[in-house]
């Protein structure tokens, strides 16, 4: 069941409510956006191991960052609107950053990652 918080429906998804280690953790968000997108988002959170790659002298190598929060959009138009989205997820996190510290236990102050549900649950 959602629970609305500062404007935003947030939820823990069923399968993960019983795990003990919070990064097992998945939450849902649907926040009907009046302004950048114009309807409503629908976005997991997840902790996710994130690699990424670096070019330097013509080369290409893999960085593994650890594992981090990432805000994953569940719609098919990301990539077009991938600035809007951005500012959506900005905004949802100003919203439900005290609540998930205080419920949850977790700080998701600072920096986040965003992409999109076909890069992430595809790959991952």
Sequence with gaps: MFQTINGV?????????????????RFEIEYLDKVYVNGLVCI???????????????????IDYGRQWMYVIKHNDYVENRLKYG??????????????????????VGGFLIDGMENVYISS
């Design 44 to 62: 997991d959170i997840i902790n996710i191991n994130v690699q990424g790659y670096e070019r330097k002298y013509g080369f290409k190598r893999k």
């Design 87 to 108: 500012e959506v997820c900005s905004l949802i996190h100003e919203k439900i950053g005290v609540y998930l510290a205080k419920e949850f236990g977790f700080n998701p």
């Design 9 to 25: 429906q947030i939820r823990e998804h069923d399968e993960t409510k019983d795990l003990p280690n919070l990064l097992e953790k």
